[in-house]
Nanobody
Framework: QVQLVESGGGLVQAGGSLRLSCVDS????????MGWFRQAPGKERDLVASINWSGRNTYYRDSVKGRFTISRDNAKNTVYLQMNSLKPEDTAVYYC?????????????????WGQGTQVTVSS
């Protein structure tokens, strides 16, 4: 059973930074794309960023381009989300997810296993 465990969330002031980490227990981690989604209260779960199996290709939602960076370390079975210049509208629960394929997808249906989520709160 695939297990994803996120860490790194917290409370930060606008303009600050956080780094989220997600450790994947699957031995096949390096074969699959990974992604970060977020969900604010009363809103849908939306993709923030995704990364292909090798880390060479990434995809970002427009509102985080230039501020967030997704990366992965296949030797450590870990995917990261570096978040800079945070804004109050970035406040949400952030979820790590494992892709069903090896490419950097952006549709919810392209992702399978999910972590428990980590809260990110940005104060103004």
């Amino acid at each position: 059973q695939v297990q994803l465990v996120e860490s790194g969330g917290g409370l930060v002031q606008a303009g600050g930074s956080l780094r989220l980490s997600c450790v994947d227990s699957a031995r096949t981690f390096r074969n699959y794309a990974m992604g970060w989604f977020r969900q604010a209260p009363g809103k849908e779960r939306d993709l923030v960023a995704s990364i292909n199996w090798s880390g060479r290709n990434t995809y970002y939602r427009d509102s985080v381009k230039g501020r967030f960076t997704i990366s992965r370390d296949n030797a450590k079975n870990t995917v990261y989300l570096q978040m800079n210049s945070l804004k109050p509208e970035d406040t949400a629960v952030y979820y790590c997810t494992r892709g069903r394929n090896d490419y950097a997808a952006y549709e919810l249906a392209d992702f399978g296993s999910w972590g428990q989520g980590t809260q990110v709160t940005v104060s103004s």
